[in-house]
Nanobody
C-alpha cells in the first residue's frame, strides 16, 4: 500500500522560512518525478514545483521561483521543499505527489498525479 506523508507545516511570520518533508513508502520512490502543490481555502489548487527522478531537473511556478527550493533524497525516499521569504499569500495546505514515471510533464503544474498525501498546513502571519 502506497503511503505519502507530508510534515513540517507550521505557523510562521512573514519573511520566515520553513522546510517541508514528504516521506513515501510502498512504491519505488526513485522511479517517480515528484511534485509539490498547494491549495488555500477557497482557491484553486496550484502546482508549485516539480523534480525529476534523479533530482537534476527542477521546475518552479513563477509565484515561488527564487524563494522555494525542491530537493529529494532517494536513499531516504524523501522529498523536501525549502521555503524562504514566506509571505501571507503562501498560506495554504501543501501536498506532495508522486507525479510521473516519465519525468515532470509539460502539464506538471496541474498534474495528474499517481499518489498524494493528506497535506501539511502552512500559515504565514503578517
Amino acid at each position: 500500500r502506497v503511503q505519502v506523508l507530508e510534515s513540517g507545516g507550521d505557523l510562521v511570520q512573514a519573511g520566515g522560512s520553513l522546510r517541508l518533508s514528504c516521506t513515501v513508502s510502498g512504491l519505488t520512490f526513485n522511479a517517480y518525478a515528484m511534485r509539490w502543490f498547494r491549495q488555500a481555502r477557497g482557491k484553486e489548487r496550484e502546482g508549485i514545483s516539480c523534480i525529476d527522478r534523479l533530482g537534476v531537473l527542477r521546475h518552479y511556478a513563477d509565484s515561488v521561483k527564487g524563494r522555494f527550493t525542491i530537493s529529494r533524497d532517494n536513499t531516504k525516499n524523501t522529498l523536501y521543499l525549502q521555503m524562504d521569504s514566506l509571505n501571507p499569500e503562501d498560506s495554504a495546505k501543501y501536498y506532495c505527489a508522486a507525479h510521473s514515471r516519465f519525468g515532470c510533464s509539460d502539464s506538471w503544474t496541474t498534474g495528474p498525479d499517481n499518489y498524494w498525501g493528506q497535506g501539511t498546513q502552512v500559515t504565514v502571519s503578517s
